[in-house]
C-alpha cells in the first residue's frame, strides 16, 4: 500500500491555524477516504488567518450530493468537509464559456458564466492544495486559466449590476444611494484583482487581494468615496473597465408570484412581502424607468418581484 504523505504545500497552508496536516487526519479519520482529498478555501489561496476554517473537498466514486458540509473542530478550528463525485469538477469546467477578450491585463469570457454558486466552487478548485504528495491539480492551467476568464466576467456582471441598481437607487432618491455606487465601484476593483489572478471569491478578502495585486491602499479608499454615476464612471476609467451606461447592459424579468387584486390594485405576493404589482414596458431598464416610479421598482428588485440580471449580449458587446 502506497504510503500518504502530506506535502510542503499543504503545511505551508495551514500554518495560519496553527495545524498540522497530521492533526487534521487524525481527527477526519475514514471520513478523507475516496479518490483524491484537496484543501480549499481562503487557506488554499493563501489568505486565510488564524481565526479561518480548514475546507477540505473529498472527491469520490460514489453517488455525494456536495451540498452540506461535515462538522469537526480541531482544537478551536473549525473544519468543514465536503464529499463531492469525482467528475463534479470536469461537470462544472464544462458549463463555462470558451471565447475570451482581453481585459484589464488579464482575460475575460465572453457569454454567460454559470450560476455563483458553481462559479465560488470553481474558483475554490482551481486554487486547491492536495492533502497528500503525488496528488494532481484539479484542473491544468489551460483549465485554470478558463475558469479565471470566467470569474474575470462573473465580476463584471456583478459590478454591471451593482452600476444598474445604484442608477434605480439614485433615480428613486434613496438615502443609501452613494452607497450603492460605492459598492458598484468595490465591484469594478474586484473584476481588476481578478483579471491579475487573484480569482478566489471571497467579498472580505478584497483588500488582502488588492495588496497582492500590488495596487495602492487609496484604490479601496477612492472606491468607497463613489458617490454618484459621475464619480463611477471616472473610477471605472481609472480602472480600465469602460462599462459605459450601466442601465443598457442589464435586463429587467418580472417574478412569477401570485396575484392578489383589491378594488383596482392587483397586488404580487413576493416570499413573506405583498408588493403592488409592476407593469413593467419591456425589459429595459431606461424603459421601466421613464415607465413606473423608481422607488416602486427600487422596491420591487429588492425583494426579488423584478430581478435585475446583466445581459450577456449586451456585455459581449462592450468587450469585444
Not at 503545511?11 to 475516496?34: N, Y
Request: net charge negative; charged share 25%; proline share 6%.
Amino acid at each position: 500500500m502506497k504510503a500518504l504523505i502530506c506535502g510542503d504545500a499543504v503545511r505551508a497552508a495551514l500554518r495560519p491555524v496553527s495545524l498540522r496536516p497530521e492533526e487534521v487526519i487524525d481527527v477526519l479519520g475514514s471520513c478523507l477516504e475516496g479518490d483524491e482529498v484537496y484543501l480549499v478555501g481562503s487557506l488554499a489561496a493563501g489568505l486565510g488567518n488564524a481565526g479561518s476554517d480548514v475546507d477540505l473537498h473529498v472527491f469520490v466514486q460514489e453517488r455525494a450530493e456536495g451540498v452540506v458540509p461535515m462538522l469537526f473542530f480541531a482544537d478551536r478550528t473549525r473544519l468543514d468537509l465536503v464529499h463531492y463525485e469525482s467528475g463534479t469538477p470536469a461537470a462544472a469546467l464544462a458549463r463555462t464559456p470558451v471565447q475570451d477578450v482581453a481585459l484589464l491585463g488579464g482575460r475575460c469570457a465572453l457569454g454567460p458564466v454559470p450560476p455563483m454558486t458553481d462559479m465560488k466552487r470553481l474558483s475554490r478548485w482551481a486554487t486547491a492544495v492536495p492533502l497528500y504528495e503525488g496528488a494532481p491539480p484539479i484542473f491544468t492551467a489551460e483549465e485554470t486559466a478558463r475558469i479565471a476568464a470566467a470569474l474575470v466576467r462573473l465580476a463584471v456582471d456583478i459590478a454591471v449590476r451593482a452600476a444598474a441598481l445604484a442608477v434605480v437607487m439614485a433615480a428613486a432618491k434613496a438615502p443609501l444611494a452613494g452607497l450603492a455606487w460605492s459598492r458598484a465601484a468595490e465591484r469594478a476593483v474586484e473584476a481588476a484583482v481578478r483579471a491579475r489572478g487573484e480569482i478566489f471569491v471571497g467579498d472580505k478578502w478584497l483588500p488582502a487581494k488588492a495588496r497582492r495585486c500590488g495596487f495602492p491602499p487609496a484604490l479601496l479608499a477612492d472606491a468607497r468615496r463613489v458617490t454618484t454615476a459621475a464619480d463611477f464612471a471616472r473610477y471605472a476609467d481609472r480602472l480600465g473597465l469602460r462599462i459605459g451606461d450601466p442601465a443598457a447592459l442589464v435586463r429587467l424579468t418580472p417574478a412569477e408570484a401570485p396575484d392578489f387584486t383589491f378594488g383596482d390594485t392587483t397586488f404580487q405576493l413576493v416570499g413573506e412581502h405583498l408588493l403592488h404589482r409592476l407593469k413593467l414596458p419591456s425589459d429595459s431598464l431606461d424603459d421601466a424607468l421613464e415607465a413606473v416610479d423608481a422607488a416602486a421598482l427600487a422596491e420591487a428588485i429588492t425583494y426579488g418581484a423584478v430581478a435585475l440580471a446583466a445581459d450577456p449580449a449586451a456585455v459581449d458587446g462592450r468587450l469585444a
